[in-house]
């Protein structure tokens, strides 16, 4: 009889050991570079009420209409949603805890998202974003800052070729006497419009300038464009951010039809976009959304941020630099050891090398010192300490370079550390001591 192993959610990815590295060195760089901007990190529930999302995203948008994984909760009918996007959540917890009694508050988190989707090549049901927020601060210095700060990111991993493109989506006022002029131009040619797009005139027109079907982008590109709507205030506002990214030296494209997938943003929107992925090119996307925190029922108050997609961005570091993790993560030192007395030595000895600052694996499992031997050469450790029952009994052990034709030789235990420390760390030592 044959029984099927149970397999993982269709869209839902195992982040391999192997690959799982490179996402921690990713995570390291990230970090660094948000602690640099003074950013500070949140936590936020995975799961959320499922009205938040439809309050601050927008009912008739391809998340809330369509990607949802929603759910009744079974125990006490509460309506529950797997967050899709962590902006909403952000925002949500900023009200709850007042965090903005303070003062303006830079943020950032990090984790799993989830979107009923259709699983392709950089698009999945589970992804990972870093979103980044930044509330209370309404000048356009902090959308440039947020920008430029996307580029450093870039050069932190060694990455280029990211393209930015940025538009402005003004004011409600100024969208809403586009919006009028945007349903009469789409009704004027309802026939050439998709069953989305029809769906979707009266609802949420602006949306359709974002539509990838093809046949519908002649008629896009000659609709009214939202940047000649823009008054006085949107338009300074939006030169701002191009002076300060002219200052930064940051090339961009301004883009009119970008507009976001979410309905909260307003003024500023960015993307960063890779030809290297295929059509899952955006990497980043973000912009302002001053009207969110009042639409959430708070007090209003400025806000802009982004989402870096970390599954794209591995894949590009992948395509730069082959799939291997920059940095070795390979044990220092791999400890072997036969009999009883050795046994319970090198559990000792291991943790001794571990407190001295070394990476350390312990053989488990017994067998022979050849086929121990032939393990500590596969991990790449750099050394052995091998441990029999003669070693134990002198309250010694045997040091032997596992990367170079060195001879193996007996060291006390109480010199061990020394001794690796020396052998593992010597050359830095010494140049630190310079
Ligand atoms: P798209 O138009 O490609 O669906 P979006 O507007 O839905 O993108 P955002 O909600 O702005 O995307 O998310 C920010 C970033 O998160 C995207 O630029 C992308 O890098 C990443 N991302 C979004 N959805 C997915 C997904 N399903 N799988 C992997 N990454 C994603
Ligand atoms: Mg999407």
């Known amino acids: ?53 439809a309050r601050a ?48 508050q830079r943020l950032w988190y990090a984790g ?43 050069e932190d991993l060694g990455l280029s070729g990211i393209r930015l493109e940025i538009n ?10 586009h919006r009028a002029e945007l349903i009469a131009y789409f009704e004027r040619h309802h026939a050439a419009l998709d069953a989305d797009a029809q769906r979707r005139l009266h609802a949420n027109p602006l949306r359709i300038l974002d539509s990838k079907n093809p046949h519908m982008q002649d008629l896009i590109e000659g609709a009214p464009r939202l940047m000649d709507f823009l008054g006085a205030d949107s338009l300074d506002h939006f030169k ?37 992925l295929g059509a899952q090119g955006t990497v980043c996307a973000g912009g302002r959304y001053d009207g969110l925190l009042g639409q959430l029922g708070g007090k209003p108050a400025p806000a802009c941020g982004f989402a870096v997609g970390v599954e794209r961005l591995i894949a590009l570091l992948k395509e730069t630099f082959g799939d291997e993790p920059a940095r070795s993560t390979a044990p220092d ?17 291991a943790d001794m090398l571990r407190e001295a600052g070394c990476d350390v694996l312990l053989h488990c499992g017994g067998g022979s010192f050849k086929s121990q031997m032939k393990r500590a050469d596969a991990s790449g450790a750099l050394l052995a300490v ?33 001794e690796v420390g020396d052998y593992l760390f010597g050359d830095e030592q010494e140049r630190e001591g310079q």
């Open 168 to 177: 402005s989506l003004g004011s409600a006022e100024e969208r809403q006497r």
């Open 333 to 349: 030192v791999y400890v072997a050891h036969q009999g009883e007395l050795a046994a319970r030595t090198a559990f000792r000895v």
């Open 386 to 418: 091998i441990i029999g029952d003669e070693e134990a009994r002198e309250d010694s052990a045997s040091l032997k370079p596992l990367r170079e034709d060195a001879p193996q030789r007996r060291v006390p235990l109480d010199a061990l550390a020394g």
């Open 112 to 154: 799993p998202m989830f979107r009923h989707e259709r699983p392709q090549k950089g698009r999945y049901r589970q992804f990972h974003q870093f979103g980044v927020e930044a509330f209370g601060y309404a000048g356009p210095d902090i959308d440039a800052e947020q920008i430029v700060m996307c580029a450093r990111l870039w």
């Open 240 to 276: 701002g951010v191009q002076t300060l990214l002219g200052e930064a030296g940051i090339p961009y494209r301004i883009n009119p039809r970008l507009v976001r997938g979410l309905d909260y943003y307003n003024l500023t929107v960015f993307e960063w976009i890779t030809d290297q």
């Open 1 to 53: 009889m044959t029984s099927q192993t149970i397999q993982a959610v269709r869209g839902m990815n195992d982040i391999l050991p192997d690959e799982a590295e490179l996402w921690e060195e990713f995570d390291q760089v990230a970090r660094d570079w948000l602690r640099a901007y003074g950013y500070r990190p949140m936590r936020m529930p995975l799961v959320e009420p499922t009205p938040l999302f």
């Open 57 to 104: 995203i927008g009912a008739v948008t391809d998340i809330v209409e369509k990607e949802m994984y929603s759910f009744i909760d079974a125990l006490n009918g509460e309506a529950l949603t797997l967050r899709p996007e962590g902006t909403a959540s952000c925002a949500r917890a900023v009200l709850q805890h007042s965090l903005l009694h303070a003062g303006p």
